[in-house]
T-cell receptor, first 117, second 116 residues
């Protein structure tokens, strides 16, 4: 019963460094997404994917890249870390990406707490 | 646009009592889903319960029930027989058929504290 697995759980970066947050799901979900959670800002969508080979930007995509080469994996890349990217990052997936996705809950990973100094 | 409003920043309830967490929403989508998530201090987001906009009956999952009043656009979470482990942040969320980007819209959350 793995569900959505995120690694690492914690990460500290220096400004300018790059890194990849890993996300994998074993539920054969079409839809995968990345959110960041900040105090007072709630959860904001960074990038999302509706299937292998298909990705698109969310509401706060700047500074992040994604790719989806398989159904299972959806890594998030920070190109050049900035202190403004200090946040908790969640990967989430759901069953359908079509018009019926409204009745599918998002299943979240346990989150990655990232600090950029 | 879709919007979720949770007006209770914090709620307190004694163990074994019931508690209602309020949620109102706004959407022009005729088809939508309403969800509640629990976020304990450990940080993970746990899906609790789902209500579809066309569902005639209120959803229930164990001690959780969703009091859905469509005309009032409210989707309150009721937790019966509260337990100490229910202390957490609770988020109401919505996903519409026309949700941009497949996005889940979240409220700001209610911090529930259960005391013995």
């Amino acid at each position: 019963n793995a569900g959505v697995t995120q690694t690492p759980k914690f990460q500290v970066l220096k400004t300018g460094q790059s890194m990849t947050l890993q996300c994998a799901q074993d539920m054969n979900h079409e839809y995968m997404s990345w959110y960041r959670q900040d105090p007072g800002m709630g959860l904001r969508l960074i990038h999302y994917s509706v299937g292998a080979g298909i990705t698109d930007q969310g509401e706060v995509p700047n500074g992040y890249n994604v790719s989806r080469s398989t159904t299972e994996d959806f890594p998030l890349r920070l190109l050049s870390a900035a202190p403004s990217q200090t946040s908790v990052y969640f990967c989430a997936s759901s069953w359908t990406s079509s018009g019926d996705s409204y009745n599918s809950p998002l299943h979240f990973g346990n989150g990655t707490r990232l600090t950029v100094t | 646009a879709q919007k979720i409003t949770q007006t209770q920043p914090g709620m307190f309830v004694q163990e074994k009592e019931a508690v209602t967490l309020d949620c109102t929403y706004d959407t022009s989508d005729p088809s939508y889903g309403l969800f509640w998530y629990k976020q304990p201090s450990s940080g993970e987001m746990i899906f609790l319960i789902y209500q579809g906009s066309y569902d005639q009956q209120n959803a229930t999952e164990g001690r959780y029930s969703l009091n859905f009043q469509k005309a009032r656009k409210s989707a309150n979470l009721v937790i019966s027989a509260s337990q100490l482990g229910d202390s957490a942040m609770y988020f109401c969320a919505m996903r519409g058929r026309g949700s941009t980007l497949g996005r889940l819209y979240f409220g700001r959350g209610t911090q529930l504290t259960v005391w013995p």
